[in-house]
């Protein structure tokens, strides 16, 4: 009996000690302290694909995958597209192209030349960084995301896209075209609708690079609101483009600015020397976003004109030697006090950075806006921060000859018409529609990619205030001309020229527009057709301030002329 019971007793502890052992190794799985992989599973992409970088040689793409055990075989399949529609198919070697008959609506799939394929060194995070080498210049490339046991191929079902940078060397880099985004976190229908809106205007084509404002996803820009709010809301486009990103107020309350950790640095951030970071693993704070531009080539970029000294709060990349964009953290490096040593750091880069450009348009953009009267109203500073930031940084663009500012935070769109008045000329177009930029830095506001927010949109520089959510679109056509275009969700938008050097002009219009000349600063009366369209006139309004009517019927001009007001700004 008593053996009897003893067996019974040791049956029962193995037994239990086989349970406690499954449920210790479960536990340790579930928290990642052993991956569990099955060789038969399907590995997906949680993340991305997302460009991380581009140059005029390389690009970076990354994604985040299920593959967290190592040597999943994971890969990006790249490579030129021919001719022809590219067909949902690939196995990781080849794209397969479906090629349409010059004489009969027949198609046939065919593997075209095999393409490159790209490796990263297994990760346990499941975070891969692909180098897509050996690119050509100013070049549309194709490029699949190659995962095992998908069914039986091993390759992802969908091709994308991107636009390689034009060499710094050529002599033509145009057109080049930015998309920026504003305050674009919220992962809401409006976000939604600003980006469907900006690809079907895009008509998918790949642009050069996507510029986020800061407040990037909403309400801490922790982790898994940027999975969710930025990247799932945004992923089509980021796909087609790199994105270059500065933080805003929001991030500030995740991420820990000074001391760079966080999402934006430890996802997408590079070393002191421009290389990429090693892929990590989520950690508590924010890790999902770019701040260092155009990836590889902004790094080096700022590393050239900052003597290596660049912050991942900071940099400049060009794009050819047609663009040259520059990042601002307006949240916390351009604010510092006076004689804190980072803020001396910042205030040479940004001056070197500026004095050794050679390209034609010089684009800066950061979160907080230097002018407005949206929500949040610059007049009002209690703070003083928009102060501060005015005194610090528009002598410098001023000098240093900046063409246009992109900022969000006021939820909504405005711009100026030139800030740098003087009493001899006036440079806009009597409607606002096209600025000399010999007489200053444009200013605009766009943060209103994911939401709007009323104001009273009054700022004595601020030529257009819309109550619209949108986002705008930087076009650069040649080093004498660069257009700029609200894309609105809700009405006709905005759209203006930025036109300098000799012989520019509006559209051919500079004959129809009189250069005025003023001896004082009072109110002056111009007269002005543009596009051969006679405008209505605008009772007491401030020069640059769009007409509440416009005529666009075919019928004769009508024998009055429009008049229109104009001032000096001071």
Not at 98 to 117: D, H, Q, Y
Not at 399 to 413: M, P, Q
Not at 530 to 552: A, D, M, Q, T
């Amino acid at each position: 009996m008593v053996v009897v019971v003893s067996t019974m007793m040791i049956s029962q502890a193995v037994g239990l000690m086989k349970r406690m052992v499954v449920l210790v190794f479960l536990v340790m799985a579930a928290v990642g302290m052993i991956t569990v992989a099955s060789a038969a599973s399907p590995v997906l992409v949680t993340r991305g694909p997302y460009l991380d970088s581009v140059s005029s040689n390389e690009a970076t793409v990354r994604i985040a995958t299920t593959a967290t055990g190592g040597g999943f075989g994971v890969g990006v399949s790249f490579g030129m597209p021919p001719s022809a529609s590219p067909a949902a198919a690939g196995d990781g070697v080849h794209i397969k192209y479906r090629k349409r008959s010059a004489t009969s609506s027949s198609t046939t799939t065919t593997n075209e030349s095999p393409v490159n394929k790209a490796t990263a060194k297994p990760t346990t995070s499941g975070e891969y960084a692909f180098t897509l080498s050996s690119l050509q210049p100013n070049t549309i490339y194709e490029y699949q995301v190659v995962l095992p046991n998908n069914g039986g191929g091993g390759a992802a079902a969908f091709p994308f896209a991107f636009r390689t940078y034009p060499s710094t060397s050529a002599s033509s880099s145009y057109p080049i075209t930015l998309w920026a985004i504003g305050d674009s976190g919220e992962g809401s229908p409006t976000a939604k609708e600003t980006v469907d809106r900006f690809l079907k205007d895009q008509q998918l084509i790949p642009w050069h690079a996507t510029l986020a404002l800061g407040d990037n996803a909403y309400q801490i820009g922790s982790a898994p609101e940027y999975d969710t709010k930025f990247f799932r809301m945004f992923g089509a486009a980021l796909a087609l483009a790199p994105v270059s990103a500065t933080v805003g107020n929001h991030e500030a309350i995740a991420n820990r600015l000074g001391m760079e950790r966080g999402a934006h640095f430890d996802r997408f951030g590079r070393t002191s020397s421009g290389s990429l970071k090693p892929p990590q693993a989520p950690s508590n704070d924010i890790q999902q976003f770019l701040l260092r531009g155009g990836g590889a080539a902004a790094a080096a970029s700022s590393s050239k004109s900052n003597g290596g000294g660049g912050s991942q709060l900071y940099h400049s990349f060009d794009i050819g030697r047609g663009v040259h964009v520059i990042s601002i953290d307006s949240q916390h490096t351009a604010i510092l006090p006076n004689g804190d040593p980072n803020f001396a750091k910042f205030q040479k880069w940004l001056v070197d950075d500026l004095e050794r450009t050679t390209a034609d348009w010089i684009v800066v953009y950061m979160h907080h806006p230097l002018f407005s009267k949206g929500h949040h109203d610059t007049t009002r500073d209690s703070d003083h921060k928009y102060s501060i930031l005015r005194q610090r940084l528009v002598p410098v663009f001023d000098k240093h000859g900046v063409d246009i500012v992109l900022s969000g935070h006021s939820h909504a769109y405005e711009r100026t018409t030139s800030a740098l008045f003087n009493n001899e000329r006036v440079q806009d177009s009597a409607d606002g529609d096209c600025l000399d930029v010999t007489s200053g830095t444009a200013y605009v506001v766009t943060g209103s990619a994911s939401k709007k927010n009323p104001g009273q949109f009054n700022h004595p520089l601020m030529g257009v205030g819309l109550f619209e959510s949108g986002s705008v679109i930087l076009r650069a056509e040649s080093p004498q001309r660069m257009n700029v275009r609200f894309l609105s969700n809700e009405g006709d938008g905005d759209e203006f020229q930025i036109v300098k050097g000799s012989g520019a002009s509006c559209d051919g219009d500079s004959s129809e527009v009189r250069t005025l000349s003023l001896a004082s600063q009072n109110l002056q009366e111009v007269e002005m057709k543009r596009n051969g369209v006679w405008r209505e006139r605008v009772p007491s309004g401030r020069f640059g301030v769009r007409p509440s009517k416009r005529s666009s019927t075919a019928s004769p001009v009508p024998a009055t002329t429009a008049s229109y007001y104009a001032r000096v700004l001071g």
